[in-house]
């Protein structure tokens, strides 16, 4: 059981590059999110898919688009990268648990630097 | 909108010090608090959780109690250890279960 996995861990893309980042889940979870982590600021929402088939998007929406290629894979794509980009990426997934809790499960993250 | 506030950091402490991390949150209806922890290099593991009022979260040795009165979620442990460093994240989850909000985290270094 290896819980949620994201590659590529690390990257480096120069300004205008496209890139997709990848997650998987093996918790057969329905709920899969994209956050970003900036220094000082905890972790934001870029988009978020409530189940297979469906998504929507978060706080921070701008430059990103999403594909739920399944149920258990959850894909962030970068079209143009900018260097207001450069960010660690992480996915979570989360089923509603007991009472309502809606755990969430994150993956280790991947560090992007656009240059 | 919903949001959490944590006390800055770092917090720099001796091994066997009390730790307490301040966190306060806005949010309409009754949402569920968690506490997550970031150790060096990796993802965000959850902590402990609490899922209405006057409930008490625990786990290591950490604990946190979900004040609805005071819109707090304090998380305390009576004697910290050089392994818990690491970044602590209040958070919250709103009334659909779809949005968590995170505060902006709290470096803690524990020395020994």
């Known amino acids: 059981n290896a819980g949620v996995t994201q590659t590529p861990k690390f990257q480096v893309l120069k300004t205008g590059q496209s890139m997709t980042l990848q997650c998987a889940q093996d918790m057969n979870h329905n709920s899969m999110y994209w956050y970003r982590q900036d220094p000082g600021m905890g972790l934001r929402l870029i988009y978020y898919?409530?189940?297979?088939?469906?998504?929507d998007k978060g706080e921070v929406p701008n430059g990103y688009n999403v594909s739920r290629l399944n149920k258990r894979e959850f894909s962030l794509r970068l079209e143009s990268a900018a260097p207001s980009q450069t960010s660690v990426y992480f996915c979570?997934?989360?089923?509603?648990?007991?009472?309502?809790?809606?755990?969430?499960?994150f993956g280790p993250g991947t560090r992007l630097t656009v240059t | 909108g919903d949001s959490v506030t944590q006390m800055e950091g770092p917090v720099t402490l001796s091994e066997e010090a009390f730790l307490t991390i301040n966190c306060t949150y806005t949010?309409?209806?009754?949402?569920?608090l968690f506490w997550y922890v970031q150790y060096p290099g990796e993802g965000l593991q959850l902590l402990l959780k609490a899922t209405k009022a006057d409930d008490k979260g625990s786990n290591k040795g950490f604990e946190a109690t979900y004040r609805k009165e005071t819109t707090s979620f304090h998380l305390e442990k009576g004697s910290v250890q050089v392994s818990d460093s690491a970044v602590y994240f209040c958070?919250?989850?709103?009334?659909?279960?779809?949005?968590?909000?995170f505060g902006g985290g709290t470096r803690l270094m524990v020395k020994p």
């Open positions: 958070a919250l989850i709103n009334n659909a279960g779809n949005m968590l909000t």
């Open positions: 949010a309409t209806g009754y949402p569920s």
């Open positions: 979570a997934s989360s089923e509603m648990g007991l009472a309502g809790s809606y755990e969430q499960y």
């Open positions: 898919s409530a189940s297979e088939g469906t998504t």
